[in-house]
């Protein structure tokens, strides 16, 4: 008999199962914030509901808890002061392992029917999640609700069906049978369990504190192991709330809601004690290299799936759709003014310039016009505002600062501030364009993240090639691009993104942007250069987190 979670959801499991199988366009949860999908009263409420956690403590009813923390800072200056509790690390890791056992007994079937009822649960409150994920990332509002809120929640369901996947391979029992010749045979009967490694730490990052957490949290969840949730210090709330809503569910199912615990510390040290604990045995990081690397170097008795930085390139060729082109560009360089892991860094052109069906473009042709492009895109401030957001942190504001200063390169395009009249406080800039030559490595050749580009004048589209495959293997990338109307030129580019490993885009002039990865089709990361170590999602990324142990037993042999 099917756990009734599994049976409830059993249409979206099966549903999420074909689409991983076949990689084309499905999604669980609507992506537009439109009151039809998720009903008329949906998006005030919503926003009464994240309104109601301002300047409230956030109770969670956790154990080990010694006092409050807050501090998040808006990057619309939206006062948040909401508290968290601040509970003893040993004490969430000690009721997690506690929880764990009845979490194996419910099985592979119930784990994985729960896990897609949070899911549901979730995208009911995909406004109150959308307006945290906004006010505390500084994403647009738009953004904020499809990435903060569906496409999360389906990137977590594709993790859950790659658990349950991998997890039905294994039967729950067998009669093993050797034959003997003259002599009876050996009858033994075998019994499998799947039981989880241990304790799972996600360590949220700032700026898609849902999106880049979700698919860790529910691998972790559906292959039997406790999770606690560390979050970014700016990025709290999305992650308090989707806590509270998992620990809800996990009770109303007769599940230990300490299964799911909320870690909340901006105290580096605290942070190392709990992910280097023995009882921590798989941790789940998106952010900078340096931290990124520390646990891969420090956190021996966990498997670390760690996406870090990197540097996105494109290789421009030739094209015979010019203007859409430079549309495509400047959508992506601009969407939330850079703050993605996936935005383009790095665009190569060749020194000779381009071919296009208006006719040759010089190299500097394509740096006026790219710049004209971007301009043109941002002026409309309804239009910037909705796409660039706001920066995320001082430290990114710094860096365009630098790079408008002329230090790294010829600036092509200045970054301008702009004022929100919505949010007055918001620090809003638009994207700086900079012009180098290929040899100025120490420029373009390490992540400057937020809205900083380079157009890298190179030799020719042979050199471009061979300098992004060298990028990618030494710096890592998650994302490539190359535009061209040359099949020779496509099919170089491909190899070497397949040497280097790197998921290519290719002359993309319409709706569908570089730095955008769709759930259940597009891998997010491949796990095979130093940008990432594993991929959002594949079998890869979920069938290291459990552990079958048998036992067996003599059958008496029947007559």
């Known amino acids: 008999m099917s756990h009734p979670m599994f049976e409830k959801h059993r249409a979206t499991i099966d549903s999420a199962l074909n689409a991983i199988a076949t990689r084309g366009y499905w999604a669980a949860f609507n992506e537009m914030p439109s009151p039809r999908a998720y009903g008329e009263t949906a998006p005030e409420d919503g926003k009464k509901a994240f309104e109601a956690h301002l300047g409230q403590q956030f109770e969670l009813g956790q154990p080990g808890q010694s006092g409050w923390t807050g501090g998040e800072k808006s990057p619309y200056g939206v006062e948040l002061n909401v508290q968290y509790p601040v509970c003893d690390h040993a004490a969430l890791i000690a009721a997690g392992e506690k929880a764990m056992d009845g979490w194996q007994k419910v099985g592979a079937e119930g784990r994985t029917g729960i896990c897609v009822e949070i899911l549901d649960r979730l995208n009911k409150q995909s406004f109150e999640l959308a307006h945290a994920v906004m006010l505390t990332t500084g994403q647009g509002w738009m953004m904020a609700f499809q990435a903060g809120a569906p496409h999360a929640q389906d990137r977590g369901l594709e993790a859950v069906a ?9 039967p729950a029992e067998t009669i093993w049978e050797k034959p003997q010749g ?16 241990g304790v799972g730490v996600v360590v949220g990052c700032g700026t898609f504190p849902t999106w880049n957490t979700y698919p860790g949290v529910f691998a972790a969840l559906a292959t039997g192991n406790a999770v606690i949730v560390k979050p970014h210090s700016q990025a709290i709330l999305p992650a308090a709330i989707t806590v509270r809503t998992i620990r809800a569910v996990l009770a109303e199912n007769g599940i230990d809601p300490n299964l799911v615990t909320l870690c909340v510390t901006d105290q580096r040290e605290t942070t190392q004690k709990l992910v280097t604990d023995p009882a921590v045995k798989s941790i789940d990081f998106t952010g900078g290299n340096v931290f990124g690397q520390w ?9 670390v799936y760690a996406e870090l930085a990197g540097v996105n390139n494109i290789v421009i060729d030739s094209t015979d759709a010019y203007k859409p082109m ?13 703050q993605m892991c996936t935005t383009s860094q790095a665009l190569f052109v060749p020194a000779g310039g381009i071919e296009t069906e208006d006719g040759h473009k010089s190299y500097d042709d394509v740096c006026a016009d790219l710049a004209k492009a971007v301009s043109g895109f941002l002026s409309k401030p309804e239009v910037a505002h909705a796409v660039l957001g706001a920066m995320q942190s001082a430290d990114t504001i710094k860096r365009v600062a630098e790079a408008d200063s002329g230090s790294l390169g010829k600036v092509i395009l200045a970054s301008q501030k702009l004022e929100n009249p919505e949010f007055p406080k918001a620090e809003v800039r638009t994207p700086v364009l900079l012009a ?8 373009y050749m390490e992540e400057r993240f937020g809205p900083i580009s380079f157009i890298v004048k190179v030799a020719d589209t042979a050199a471009a090639i061979a300098l992004s495959e060298r990028i990618v293997s030494t710096h890592g990338a998650l994302t490539a691009g190359v535009y061209s109307t040359k099949a020779e030129v496509i099919d170089a580019m491909t190899a070497a993104t397949m040497r280097s490993k790197v998921a290519l885009s290719i002359n993309l002039t319409g709706g569908v942007f570089v730095n955008q990865s769709a759930a ?19 079998s890869a990324f979920v069938a290291n987190r459990f552990r079958v142990v048998q036992r067996r037993y003599h059958v008496a042999q029947e007559n």
């Open 520 to 538: 259940f089709s597009d891998y997010h990361g491949t796990g095979g250069n130093p940008a990432a170590n594993a991929s959002y999602a594949d």
């Open 436 to 443: 180098c030559d290929a040899a100025d490595e120490k420029a």
């Open 326 to 338: 430079l549309r495509n560009l400047a959508f992506t360089l601009s969407l939330y003014s850079g």
């Open 162 to 170: 790659y658990a349950w996947r991998e997890q039905s391979f294994v």
């Open 295 to 303: 646990l891969i170097d420090h956190c021996r008795q966990a498997q």
């Open 182 to 197: 003259k002599n009876p045979s050996l009858i033994l009967k075998k019994h499998f369990e799947i039981v989880g490694r």
